[in-house]
């Protein structure tokens, strides 16, 4: 479909966080045209595709950042909305493990961090209440957060990209934005059609959810992105799979607690809703957004997981999928929070920016779309 010349509001990125953009906005004024643009033939196309798909609890981040609150208060919005379109999810729970006087230390500061969050849920699992639930791993301590689970993240797009059609959405696949002119009111963005010709479509109000280009995107507007510390760094996930066979020996999502700065958060143990046992991801700053996955892992994705779930057989481990991350920190800096900006400030009313939506963006994209709403409505 082609957009019209015009729209009072064009979000472009159709990962999840754009599709819950147009749907929340298009759901809150209906008088409003929205057209979603995406350079792919279809949604999801790209990080929102190529991840662990965990409903976050929101025990990880620090107390009043934007990734704890969005979290926090995306987890139930997302299994409320799961039951409601009947979404495959399942609320599975996670346990966190530690084998170490180290790690032992970080469940104490995950304890406290949750509390600070708003998550009272989380607790510590007694060496029998462990040994019920998950008799084949091993840990000398544990946590358990009930509300931790996993989702369909390709039915959840779906439904919102179906909400947004019901609700008036004009989406325009395979269409590149690639020039953003300053109006008096509003912007002018240049775009490639499917066909390679140029095209412009004028908006009142421009909603940046990029992904990886988001910074890039944020530039065609005039934004500095060194100086308004946009900048993104790729930070690559692999993923291996395990067999079937091994899926049933766990009944919960097993992750080790993070150690150092959040890169990510350890290779931990995941089961998708098929049934299948998936590993990762790890974390890789890499300059190219290359979805290939390095076999030679498989030795240090085998020893991570090994502590913890002793049966495994590094032979069983398969190269399976890779995702990337668009990180606001680069190697080696410090926590970085979400970016979701009205430019306001910058003499660009109008624009909202999306920048460095890593994880727990999916958890969170009910969350973030209502606060991008309340930006601009
Ligand atoms: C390895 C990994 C594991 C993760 N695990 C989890 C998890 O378990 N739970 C969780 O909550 N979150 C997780 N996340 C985070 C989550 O996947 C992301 O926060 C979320 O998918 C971001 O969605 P998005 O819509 O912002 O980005 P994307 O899905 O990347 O969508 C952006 C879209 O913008 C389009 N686009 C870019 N530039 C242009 C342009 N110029 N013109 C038109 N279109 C353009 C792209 O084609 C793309 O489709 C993980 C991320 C990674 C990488």
């Known amino acids: 479909m082609s957009p019209a010349d015009k729209t009072d509001i064009l979000v472009v990125g159709a990962g999840v966080i754009g599709l819950a953009v147009a749907a929340e906005l298009s759901a809150r004024q209906p008088d409003l045209s929205v057209v979603l643009m995406e350079r792919h033939e279809s949604f999801g196309r790209e990080t929102s595709s190529r991840n662990s798909e965990v409903i976050h609890a929101g025990i990880y981040y620090p ?10 208060e995306g987890n139930p919005l997302l299994y409320q909305f799961c039951q409601k379109w009947a979404i495959p999810h399942r609320r599975c729970g996670k346990i966190i493990v530690a084998n170490s006087a180290e790690e032992s ?22 060496f029998s209440q462990l040994n019920a639930l998950e008799p084949n791993i091993r840990a000398a301590r544990a946590l358990l957060s009930p509300s931790t689970g996993i989702v369909d993240s390709h039915a959840l797009m779906a439904r919102l ?31 490639k059609n499917p066909d390679g010709s140029s095209d ?30 946009y900048r993104l760094h790729l930070c690559k996930g692999e993923y ?15 992750y080790p607690p993070p150690l150092h700065e959040l890169t990510g958060l350890g290779i931990h143990a995941t089961k998708t809703l ?5 590993l990762g991801p790890n974390a890789k700053y ?13 030795g240090d994705f085998y020893r991570a997981a090994r502590r913890f779930l002793p049966f495994i057989d590094q032979r069983d481990l398969e190269p399976e999928m890779a995702g990337i991350r668009p990180k606001l920190s ?48």
């Open 161 to 191: 990209e179906q909400i947004c059609l019901q609700n008036g959405v004009l989406p325009a696949y395979c269409h590149l934005v690639d020039l953003i002119e300053i109006l008096s009111e509003g912007y002018r963005v240049h775009f």
């Open 105 to 126: 230390a970080s469940l104490d500061n995950l304890l406290d961090q949750a509390l600070a969050n708003g998550v009272i849920d989380l607790v510590e699992l007694g």
């Open 240 to 254: 291996f799979s395990l067999p079937r066979a091994r899926a049933s020996l766990i009944n919960h999502l097993i």
């Open 286 to 298: 890499v300059t190219e957004e290359d979805y290939t996955v390095d076999p030679t892992c498989a």
């Open 330 to 377: 680069g190697p080696g800096e410090s926590f970085r929070d979400f970016v979701i900006q009205e430019e306001f400030g910058r003499k660009l009313p109008g624009l909202v920016n999306l920048i460095g939506i890593e994880s727990p963006g999916l958890t969170a994209s009910l969350s973030i779309a209502r606060l991008v709403a309340r930006l601009i409505c």
């Open 63 to 72: 107390a009043g950042t934007l990734k704890a609150k969005l979290c926090v």
């Open 200 to 229: 412009t479509l004028d908006c009142r109000c421009l909603v940046n959810c990029a992904g990886l280009q988001a910074g890039r995107l944020a530039a065609l507007a005039g934004i500095d992105p060194d100086r308004a510390l």
């Open 274 to 278: 098929d049934g299948r046992l998936r």
